[in-house]
Structures are given as structure tokens and as C-alpha cells.
């Protein structure tokens, strides 16, 4: 199989093997390797080198791994037959990891389901156990396609582990008995999981695969057909699935065919959805026809860039950041619009906005604190440290041995507890609505409630499983991130203590957006005696606050660190500015020039320091990568 297969997608730029690696080696497990095989092994770079004729299997396995650790090792079960393309974004990905691929079970088709069964964790995807002819899996999530690749790093330690492997009596020394399937590879792959390697799990895509007799069809199309599918993602929501994505689509082969680049396209959306806000702010039926069309088809490049990147591999944590800051701009800067025009017709909105505004920042701190809140606790679930003979890991005795594929039935809940979280194409389609209706109280209302709807959800599901101890929280799993989170500013370190026993509260992850919204009703109090129609004051205050948050929530996502000690001196933190509020209203200080220009103020300091902050990733990446959303 080649790389050159029609139909192409992209030019020979986005089709480019070699991004991130320079090769590897790759020994095929359980045969000799088809010709197909090696020519796709071939065609990524890899180096199919002889099995080493140790005494047993993995003696042999272990040579092997010994020859060169300087490289990535890859290994295939012979009976494998696979497209270089599928290979791409396991051997040639910015992410070094010892990773196997691995199938869903709604993937699979009749016939496949004597594959080996593998379990691996929901948000690391690390593989936990694995299942053989003679070694059984407890609630397994997928199926083993049949390729491994094992970082250079991590040659050595799979060569001690394949040598302890050896002088057991799983050991096949002479290939599998007569009437059994051949599972030399999965016995390989099962010795690194039990043995403490961490072993990702990469879903294979929708690509098309064959082992043994058993075929995966994939998606329709060329091999780079199916790259393009699977660079658009599947399960960001209802609306984006079914509409939104297959235009995308279109678009992203077309800019992959002229080479565009993530970045550009990202600044492509962000003006198109800033002409949708200037439209909105007129005031005209007409224009807000045209903002519409403008919000729309800047969602369906905030689509293409993210494929784009997907697609050709171009990934880095400035690409990230441009591209949340980008959406939050434009969803704040519509909502002020329409709030604006409220104003202008006499229908003041401010207050409804301001509750808007912080439930859409409120929104993205709690869910990131809560998912790393949940990955501290998947932390502590390793695979199981067992030895090679013995047949069953550590699973219940009355678990499920197959996995499950999803039903009808699981696939609604799925779907309507996503249109229930409200994702952005969503809440873009109840913008757009509302620009089409010209109607500033139905935009602002229709969104309110749908935003307000999905946070209770959210918050209800969560703070359920939490108080019902269904989390398997451990105080020991407190998160560090939470205090700056929190913005605590000037009090950071007197209240450092306290703080730290926060933390360790199961509901600690709630801190950093309910200080968000203490803000927020200290500037709606403060501006109790303001005229309404200068209540935009109070919105730009908090747009500052909210797009620090966010920021620092990519910030410590994408690189791990937060923001420096003299940023919470300098803009006070949060408890103070609520103190400060509040003291404003109590003694009818200018409330309005004090919000008006704090929020200058608070904005030039954030946007100084986050550009400063983050041209350290910038230099470190080119300016057309990204990292996938």
C-alpha cells in the first residue's frame, strides 16, 4: 500500500511523511511480513529488520529491541494489512509515546470480534490490560489493531521486560498449538502493560484495516480521504456533526490543496466573526442578515483550522491559545453588540449580558478544574502488575469479558446530553437564530437560558457523582492549579494555609468560577445607581477578568505554568476588586469611571503579560502550527 493512492487530498506539502521523525525500525510479530506490509512500512520510513533467532520468542524480541535504541521501534503482527496514512499519527506525531493502535467497539463489524480485547483508561487512554488466547480482560473498551510503536526512550526497558518475559512458561517458543490463533504480538504488547510501561491507546480512525480474515471497512473514500475524515472530529456535537462538519470538510480540502495554514485561517474566522459583531451593532435588519451569514461561516473555519492542523500534524500551544481567544472574542464582542443595540432602543440589557458573560467564562474554569480534578484521581489506576502466566488481571469476577458496542438507545443519551452541554456550534446556532429573528431580547434570553440550562446540567451531574462518592476523589489528589485559578491575588499568600485545606474539600473544584461570579454581582451591586444605558462599564470590567481566566486556563493547560507572582500584586486579584466594589457603591464613589477605566487598566496589564508569557511558545513553534483543539 502506498501513500500515493488516489484520490489525494492536499498538496504534497500537507501529505508530507517526515514531520517529526527521521524512522524507525519495525519487526513484524507472529510470520514473515507481507508484501503489502513492507511496503508500507516502507513508505513511513520504518526499516523492517529480521527477527533475531534468540532460543524463544521473546529472547528474540528482547535482541531485537537491543539493536539500536536511538530509534523508535514499531512493531506489526504479521498477518496485518494497513494503509501508510493510517501509520501517520503514530509514528510520525510531535507526541514521543509508546503507543498501541486500538479500535472502538462500534468500529468493529462482524468477524472482528475475535481480535484481542484491550481496557484502557477514559482520559489518559492508557492501556490497562489486555486479553490473549490463554489470558483474559475484565471490561474491556476495544480491540487491538495489531501495531505498537515503542519510543526510543523506552527500547531498553521493553528489552529487560521481554528478558523477564523469556523465563516464564507463556513463553511461545514455537508459535501458537495446532487449531489456535496466533497471538505472539498480543503476548508481546501484554508483557510491557503488566509490567508497568505505559502503553497509550491511539484510535485507529476511521481507516480501513485487514487481519487475519477480518476486515474494517473505514469510511468510503482513499486512504487520505479517511485522513480528512478523521481530522474532522466526530463527537464535538449534534449540530456540528450533522452540518456544520461536512462543510468544513469541503473547505479544509480545498485550503490543504493550497496550502494554507492552521493560523492564517484561524485569523480568517476571528475578522469575519468581528464584521458579524460590527454588523450586529448597527442596528439594521439587513445587517443583522449578514451578521448571521458572517458567524456562521466564521464557526466553519474555526472547523477548517483545526482539521487543517489535524491533517498535516502542525500542532503547538500558541495554536491552541489563538484559537480559544479567538472564539471567546467573538461570542463577547456579539453579545455586546446586541446589548449595545438593546440600549440604543430603549431596552436596556447590560444586567442580562453580565449574567451571560460570566456563565460562559463560569462554564470553561469549572469544567477545566473538574477534568483535572478527575484526571489527578484516573492517575492512581495503573494497569495491573501481574505476571505474564497468570490468565485473568484483577477485574471482578462476574465483569464483562466482550466489550460492549454502543446500542440505539446509549447513542440518543449521547447525543442529547451533548445538545444539554451546549457546545459552541450550538450556542453559535442560538446566536444566529437571534440575529435572524432582529430581535436583541430574544438573542440575549434565548442564550441566556440555553448557557444556563447546560451549566445546571453540568453542575448537577457533577456535584451528584461527587457527593454520592462515585468520583473516587482522594484529598491526596488536591489540585495545585486551583489557587490561581481562584485569582486570589493580594491574599494569595496570606491565605495560603487555608487555601491549601480548600483544596482538599471533593468540591474544591468549584472555587475558581464561583469567585468569578462574586465578582460579578459585586459589579452588578455597585452599579445599582448608575443609569443603564452606561452599565457596558461593568461588562467591559468583567470581559477583562474573564478573558485573563481563560487565557490562563490555556496557558496551564497547553504549557504548565500560570501567570507570575507581580500580575496578582498589580491587578489586586479578585477578593480585593470585590472589596473594592463594593466599598464604591457604599460611598457613592464614580462608580462608572472607576469600572470604565479599571477595565483599561486590567485589560493593557493582561494582554502585556499574557503576550509576553506566551511568545516563549511562539519562538518555540513555527507560526502555521498549532495543537489540536
Known amino acids: 500500500m502506498r501513500l500515493d493512492e488516489r484520490a489525494l487530498v492536499g498538496d504534497e506539502g500537507a501529505r508530507r511523511v517526515g514531520i517529526h521523525w527521521s524512522g524507525g525500525d519495525a519487526l513484524v510479530v507472529g510470520g514473515d511480513p507481507s508484501a503489502d506490509l513492507r511496503e508500507t512500512a516502507e513508505q513511513v520510513g520504518l526499516r523492517i529488520r529480521p527477527r533475531p533467532a534468540g532460543p524463544t520468542f521473546f529472547t528474540s524480541l528482547a535482541e531485537a529491541a537491543e539493536e539500536d535504541s536511538t530509534r523508535p521501534l514499531v512493531l506489526f503482527a504479521a498477518e496485518l494489512t494497513i494503509s501508510p496514512v493510517a501509520l501517520l499519527d503514530l509514528v510520525d506525531s510531535p507526541n514521543d509515546r509508546t503507543a498501541a493502535l486500538t479500535l472502538s467497539p462500534e468500529d468493529v463489524p462482524t468477524g472482528v470480534e475475535s481480535w484481542a480485547t484491550v481496557r484502557f483508561s477514559s482520559h489518559s487512554r492508557r492501556v490497562l490490560s489486555l486479553g490473549t488466547t490463554h489470558h483474559v480482560v475484565t471490561n474491556p473498551t476495544g480491540y487491538v489493531a495489531g501495531v505498537v510503536r515503542i519510543r526510543a526512550a523506552d527500547r531498553r526497558t521493553a528489552a529487560d521486560i521481554w528478558r523477564a518475559a523469556a523465563r516464564t512458561s507463556c513463553d511461545p517458543c514455537h508459535g501458537p498449538q495446532e487449531g489456535e490463533q496466533d497471538d505472539r504480538f498480543e503476548l508481546a504488547l501484554l508483557s510491557l502493560v503488566r509490567s508497568g510501561l505505559a502503553v497509550g491507546a491511539a484510535p485507529l480512525g476511521p481507516y480501513s484495516l485487514r487481519r487475519r480474515r477480518a476486515i474494517v471497512p473505514g469510511v468510503p ?50 475578522l469575519l466573526g468581528l464584521g458579524a459583531c460590527a454588523l450586529a451593532a448597527l442596528d439594521s435588519r439587513v445587517a443583522w442578515i449578514f451578521a448571521a451569514v458572517l458567524l456562521m461561516s466564521s464557526l466553519v473555519l474555526d472547523c477548517v483550522d483545526g482539521e487543517i492542523a489535524r491533517f498535516t500534524r502542525r500542532y503547538s500551544a500558541m495554536g491552541a491559545w489563538l484559537d480559544g481567544v479567538a472564539d471567546r472574542a467573538k461570542e463577547f464582542l456579539m453579545v455586546a453588540s446586541v ?291
Open 221 to 270: 473514500g482513499s486512504a487520505w480521504q479517511q485522513r480528512l475524515r478523521n481530522a474532522s472530529r466526530g463527537n464535538d456535537g449534534v449540530f456540528s456533526t450533522a452540518v456544520i462538519r461536512p462543510l468544513s470538510r469541503r473547505v479544509t480540502a480545498q485550503g490543504l490543496r493550497l496550502g494554507w495554514t492552521p493560523n492564517v485561517v484561524t485569523g480568517v474566522s476571528l
Open 339 to 629: 446589548a449595545w443595540v438593546a440600549a440604543r432602543r430603549g431596552e436596556p440589557m447590560w444586567s442580562i449580558a453580565i449574567v451571560l458573560l460570566v456563565l460562559l467564562a463560569a462554564r470553561h474554569v469549572e469544567d477545566y478544574a473538574y477534568v483535572r480534578r478527575s484526571r489527578c484521581a484516573e492517575a492512581r489506576v495503573l494497569p495491573d502488575r501481574l505476571p505474564l502466566d497468570v490468565p485473568r488481571d484483577l477485574g471482578p469476577a462476574d465483569a464483562p469479558t466482550a466489550p460492549r458496542p454502543p446500542t440505539k438507545r446509549s447513542n440518543a443519551i449521547r447525543k442529547a446530553k451533548q445538545v444539554l452541554h451546549l457546545p459552541i456550534a450550538e450556542r453559535y446556532l442560538i446566536m444566529t437564530l437571534g440575529l435572524l429573528w432582529f430581535s436583541p431580547a430574544l438573542f440575549l434570553w434565548a442564550l441566556l437560558a440555553a448557557v444556563g440550562l447546560a451549566f445546571i446540567w453540568t453542575e448537577v451531574g457533577r456535584l451528584g457523582r461527587v457527593l454520592a462518592r462515585r468520583d473516587d476523589f482522594d484529598p491526596a489528589d488536591a489540585d495545585r492549579q486551583l489557587p490561581e485559578l481562584t485569582d486570589l491575588g493580594l491574599l494569595a499568600g496570606p491565605t495560603a494555609g487555608l487555601t491549601s485545606r480548600l483544596t482538599r474539600w471533593p468540591i474544591a473544584w468549584q472555587l475558581p468560577w464561583l469567585m468569578l461570579a462574586a465578582e460579578a454581582v459585586a459589579v452588578l451591586i455597585s452599579l445599582r445607581d448608575v443609569p443603564s444605558t452606561i452599565h457596558w462599564v461593568g461588562y467591559a470590567w468583567l470581559v477583562a477578568v474573564a478573558w485573563h481566566r481563560y487565557d490562563l486556563v490555556y496557558r496551564l493547560r497547553e504549557t504548565g505554568r500560570g501567570s507570575p507572582l507581580w500580575l496578582g500584586w498589580v491587578t489586586l486579584g479578585a477578593p480585593v476588586r470585590i472589596a473594592l466594589l463594593l466599598l464604591a457603591a457604599a460611598l457613592a464613589w464614580p462608580v462608572p469611571a472607576i469600572l470604565g477605566w479599571g477595565a483599561l487598566a486590567l485589560m493593557m496589564v493582561y494582554a502585556a503579560e499574557s503576550a509576553f508569557a506566551w511568545s516563549a511558545a511562539f519562538r518555540s513553534s513555527r507560526p502555521d502550527e498549532r495543537v489540536t483543539r
